[in-house]
């Protein structure tokens, strides 16, 4: 049951009927509590005349948060919710929350004008197809699909799968339950062992791949995450005292064998998993941490994996023969004595 927790539907004029209304009456009955978000307080008609709403709250009303998650139903509601600036900062400043965000149908058009689709792997109405993917997105045609936090369905014949998949990031999250309550003491400690065994990851994978251009990657990515090692046991040393943790921390285990012969596609595809569940481990982390100085280091990693996730999806799209604009996107971020690779 998904008792105290708060959904905050956006529609709009136009609103897909069974779209709004569906996802609401499920979560009502799980327990939780959804209100439908207008742009005004205005009596709205669905797409299709079958259904009538009035919003709950208008957007100049709620706070990002104040909500557990965010759904974006279809039709053309999205359209107009897209040109209200208030919306799009409701949804890109939830978006940097980590929690649950979900869009159906036409519902991506929002996040193409929130700025936010870069690197992002999503299922959405096959008309708008094009344009997530002129945002960044990889596009995915299947009835839901998950990408960290972002939950995407087609179509409203969807609509189980789509509500059984964000009713399960609600109650269970991205994390796993050990991860959930460790002290921000020991969330410095993991954090420091994971960037250590990614650091010794993406340079195993630099020594083998045999694409040039992704070995230069994956040696980048490696001083990335030294660099990200290092902060940690500073701050750690400055928070806890804790002296001796460089030399005792073992580096925690990407747990994928590189072997001699790995594909470009296969390491991307390794490093993506790992980067998403680094990203989803940091927001929990600076969620929870009462530290200013730690949840500022989490936001910051959080968003390092994001990039990382980014890049990494830039390249696995050029090794499918897209474009890619590492070297452009990020030219001034080269490690010193980095240079020749480039």
């Not at 327990?31 to 009538?52: E, F, P, Q, S, W």
């Not at 919710?81 to 980590?98: D, M, P, Q, S, Y």
């Not at 096959?126 to 179509?155: E, F, H, K, M």
């Not at 990039?307 to 080269?334: C, N, P």
Request: hydrophobic share 40%.
């Amino acid at each position: 049951m998904l008792q105290g927790k708060r959904i905050a539907v956006l529609i709009g004029p136009q609103f897909h009927d069974e779209e709004a209304t569906v996802p609401r009456d499920f979560f009502r009955q799980k327990g939780a509590r959804v209100d439908l978000i207008g742009l005004d307080g205005a009596h709205l008609t669905g797409k299709y005349n079958r259904v009538t709403l009035d919003p709950d709250l208008t957007i100049d009303q709620i706070k990002e948060n104040d909500y557990d998650g965010v759904i974006i139903p279809g039709g053309g509601a999205p359209e107009r919710i897209r040109l209200n600036e208030k919306a799009l900062k409701f949804v890109r400043v939830f978006w940097h929350t980590g929690r649950p965000l979900g869009v159906i149908c036409h519902g991506p058009q929002v996040l193409i004008s929130a700025r936010v689709l870069e690197g992002v792997t999503l299922t959405c109405f096959a008309g708008i197809r094009d344009d997530v993917q002129l945002a960044g997105a990889i596009y995915v045609d299947q009835p839901v699909c998950i990408d960290g936090q972002l939950i995407s369905s087609r179509q409203p014949e969807d609509l189980p799968a789509f509500n059984a998949a964000f009713a399960r990031a609600l109650s269970e999250g991205f994390l796993a339950e050990e991860e959930k309550n460790l002290s921000p003491a020991s969330a410095l400690r993991l954090a420091a062992s994971r960037e250590k065994g990614a650091r010794d990851f993406y340079l195993r994978v630099s020594q083998v791949v045999n694409n040039s251009s992704i070995r230069n990657k994956f040696k980048y990515l490696s001083e990335i995450e030294q660099d990200h090692y290092d902060q940690l046991i500073d701050l750690n040393k400055k928070l806890h005292g804790d002296q001796e943790l460089a030399d005792e921390l073992p580096a925690a285990e990407i747990k994928a064998e590189v072997k001699a012969d790995i594909t470009a596609q296969e390491a991307i595809e390794l490093a993506l998993a790992a980067e998403q569940k680094a990203y989803d481990f940091y927001r929990h982390a600076a969620l929870k941490s009462k530290s200013k100085a730690a949840s500022e280091m989490f936001e910051y990693l959080a968003a390092e994996e994001l990039e990382h996730k980014r890049l990494l999806s830039v390249d696995r799209a050029a090794d499918l023969g897209g474009q890619g604009h590492f070297q452009w996107a990020t030219y001034w971020d080269i490690p010193p004595g980095m240079e020749d690779l480039w």
